[in-house]
């Protein structure tokens, strides 16, 4: 049986604590891509370094999730949680200190290795914090959190950058990261770790297989294709090498013989990949084809993190009182839709606008899928493999995210001389890949089962 926590307060102490490092992070994730014009006007560099500045935390940020899950386990989630919220602080000052775009770059890429190590401890901590029927209530509200963040990043980034100076998008983490530390030292339940053994040869060929594929899929150079040739004979060794670690693997592959797990991976790395995916063709469509100005465009998309904001909470509820399929099902059929609807604005040339209801939608895709998946995802896993369990769960999301964008980003790019059959295809791609979702939560059981209970 799982621990957690029997006092009311603490846990949602405990889950306080958690959301305010995770608002810094989603927050500092959408507030610097308002600001890059005018860091480029100060610090100089083309438009391929600015895109590294964003490019390089991607990276940084994605690569190290499946040893920063294992950390959890073996040193307590709770300590490698704050040893990034606290590092997370110091290379948000840095990044506020750059006095080149070059330097910038490097400590975004710090600052990417430092949301590495928060990321995936979360997810352990609310296994640890709420009894299963109360986990959807916490995803709920996080969910909700991850909203305003998404939200409030562009309209506060834009304020700071205007009123102030670029610099305070990074600085503004700082006094949000020490909040976020003394609460969690306080309010987060701790525990002794794990006796296991730390897998120092999966470490190195899991790192470097996703440094490659990462790499390869956001540059798009000639180099790509040999360098994601590399990375699957780095995955196969990684898997043989996984396969006779039985209690230390670094990722616990044996998770994906678990229906639960498998179905909700999946589910949850084409939401991933087709929300990021589809923002930048709507806004450039918005934009460059429909001449709306950047308040407009916000605008138009506003509907969904505020739709997300408001039904996250109820739809938490919802995944305690029935379990976590219906709602999965429902939220990824929602995704599906209103992928479709923005898609028909576009190719039909239909009134802009009318991308707001698909964005609503898409809010509510949001409210709904995310909980149950990731509530599913943690209660197919033993207790003792929740970090490595919540790695590879965040590992599988992000990946899939970046090779969204870069899929679509390849699209836009090859088709520039045609841009309304470019904007089609795009909206194709990711009509597909939230289809292959809604297939995917299809499979979800009604309850999930740990590896324990499978049967070889």
Same mark, same amino acid.
Not at 41 to 47: H, I, K, Q, S
Not at 272 to 296: H, K, S
């Given at each position: 049986?799982?621990?957690?926590?029997?006092?009311?307060?603490? /846990?949602?102490?405990?889950?306080?604590?958690? #959301?305010?490092?995770?608002?810094?992070?989603? #927050?500092?994730?959408?507030?610097?891509?308002?600001?890059?014009?005018?860091?480029?006007?100060?610090?100089?560099?083309?438009?391929?370094? =600015?895109?590294?500045?964003?490019?390089?935390?991607?990276?940084?940020?994605?690569?190290?999730?499946?040893? !920063?899950?294992?950390?959890?386990?073996?040193?307590?989630?709770?300590?490698?949680?704050?040893?990034?919220?606290?590092?997370?602080?110091?290379?948000?000052?840095?990044?506020?200190?750059?006095?080149?775009?070059?330097?910038?770059?490097?400590? *975004?890429?710090?600052?990417?290795?430092?949301? $590495?190590?928060?990321?995936?401890?979360?997810?352990?901590?609310?296994?640890?914090?709420?009894?299963?029927?109360?986990?959807?209530?916490?995803?709920?509200? @996080?969910?909700?959190?991850?909203? $305003?963040?998404?939200?409030?990043?562009?309209?506060?980034?834009?304020?700071?950058?205007?009123?102030?100076? @670029? /610099?305070?998008?990074?600085?503004?983490?700082?006094?949000?990261?020490?909040?976020?530390?003394?609460?969690?030292?306080?309010?987060?339940?701790?525990?002794?770790?794990?006796?296991?053994?730390?897998?120092?040869?999966?470490?190195?060929?899991?790192?470097?297989? =996703?440094?490659?594929?990462?790499? !390869?899929?956001?540059?798009?150079?000639?180099?790509?294709?040999?360098?994601?040739?590399?990375?699957?004979? #780095?995955?196969?060794?990684? @898997?043989?090498?996984?396969?006779?670690?039985?209690?230390?693997?670094?990722?616990?592959?044996?998770?994906?013989?678990?229906?639960?797990? #498998?179905?909700?991976? =999946?589910?949850?790395?084409?939401?991933?990949?087709?929300?990021?995916?589809?923002?930048?063709?709507?806004?450039?469509?918005?934009?460059?084809?429909?001449?709306?100005?950047?308040?407009?465009?916000?605008?138009?998309?506003?509907?969904?993190?505020?739709? !997300?904001?408001?039904?996250?909470?109820?739809?938490? /509820?919802?995944?305690?009182?029935?379990?976590? *399929?219906?709602?999965?099902?429902?939220?990824?059929?929602?995704?599906?839709? %209103?992928?479709?609807?923005?898609?028909?604005?576009?190719?039909?040339?239909?009134?802009?606008?009318?991308?707001?209801?698909?964005?609503? =939608?898409?809010?509510?895709?949001?409210?709904?899928?995310?909980?149950?998946?990731?509530?599913?995802?943690?209660? %197919?896993?033993?207790?003792?493999?929740?970090?490595?369990?919540?790695?590879?769960?965040?590992?599988?999301?992000?990946?899939?995210?970046?090779?969204?964008?870069?899929?679509?980003?390849?699209?836009? $790019?090859?088709?520039?001389?045609?841009?309304?059959?470019?904007?089609?295809?795009?909206?194709?791609?990711?009509?597909?890949?939230?289809?292959?979702?809604?297939?995917?939560?299809? *499979?979800?059981?009604?309850?999930? *089962? /740990?590896?324990?209970?499978?049967?070889?």
């Amino acid at each position: 049986m799982d621990k957690v926590c029997d006092m009311g307060s603490s /846990r949602w102490g405990g889950l306080a604590a958690l #959301l305010a490092g995770f608002f810094v992070l989603l #927050l500092d994730t959408t507030i610097v891509a308002v600001a890059s014009p005018s860091i480029q006007a100060e610090l100089g560099g083309d438009v391929a370094a =600015l895109f590294w500045v964003t490019a390089g935390y991607l990276l940084a940020f994605s690569v190290p999730l499946l040893v !920063a899950g294992r950390l959890g386990d073996l040193f307590d989630p709770k300590r490698v949680y704050l040893f990034g919220m606290g590092a997370f602080g110091v290379t948000s000052a840095l990044c506020g200190l750059a006095p080149s775009i070059g330097w910038l770059i490097a400590f *975004r890429i710090l600052q990417g290795l430092a949301a $590495a190590a928060m990321s995936p401890q979360p997810l352990t901590l609310i296994r640890r914090l709420f009894a299963e029927d109360e986990r959807g209530r916490a995803f709920g509200i @996080w969910g909700s959190v991850a909203a $305003a963040a998404t939200l409030l990043g562009p309209i506060l980034g834009g304020l700071l950058t205007a009123s102030l100076d @670029w /610099r305070w998008i990074f600085w503004v983490n700082v006094p949000l990261c020490v909040v976020a530390v003394v609460m969690g030292i306080r309010l987060i339940p701790g525990s002794p770790g794990s006796i296991a053994r730390f897998d120092l040869l999966g470490a190195a060929l899991s790192t470097a297989g =996703l440094s490659l594929l990462v790499w !390869a899929l956001l540059s798009w150079r000639p180099l790509s294709l040999p360098a994601t040739a590399l990375a699957i004979a #780095l995955f196969i060794g990684f @898997w043989f090498r996984e396969r006779g670690q039985g209690a230390d693997a670094l990722a616990p592959l044996r998770l994906y013989r678990s229906s639960g797990y #498998l179905s909700a991976s =999946l589910a949850m790395a084409s939401l991933g990949a087709t929300v990021l995916a589809m923002a930048l063709p709507t806004m450039l469509y918005i934009q460059e084809m429909r001449g709306f100005g950047p308040m407009e465009a916000a605008m138009v998309l506003a509907p969904d993190a505020v739709v !997300a904001i408001l039904l996250s909470p109820p739809a938490g /509820r919802w995944v305690d009182r029935v379990g976590g *399929r219906r709602p999965a099902i429902l939220g990824m059929s929602l995704l599906a839709v %209103s992928l479709l609807l923005i898609g028909l604005v576009v190719v039909l040339s239909l009134n802009p606008w009318w991308i707001s209801v698909g964005a609503a =939608l898409l809010g509510a895709a949001n409210a709904l899928a995310w909980s149950p998946l990731s509530a599913i995802a943690m209660a %197919s896993v033993e207790p003792d493999a929740a970090g490595g369990a919540s790695g590879l769960f965040n590992t599988v999301r992000q990946v899939g995210a970046v090779a969204g964008v870069a899929v679509t980003g390849a699209i836009l $790019a090859g088709l520039d001389a045609r841009p309304v059959l470019a904007f089609g295809v795009v909206f194709g791609f990711v009509g597909l890949v939230a289809a292959g979702g809604v297939a995917a939560a299809l *499979r979800l059981p009604e309850r999930s *089962r /740990r590896p324990s209970q499978l049967v070889d």
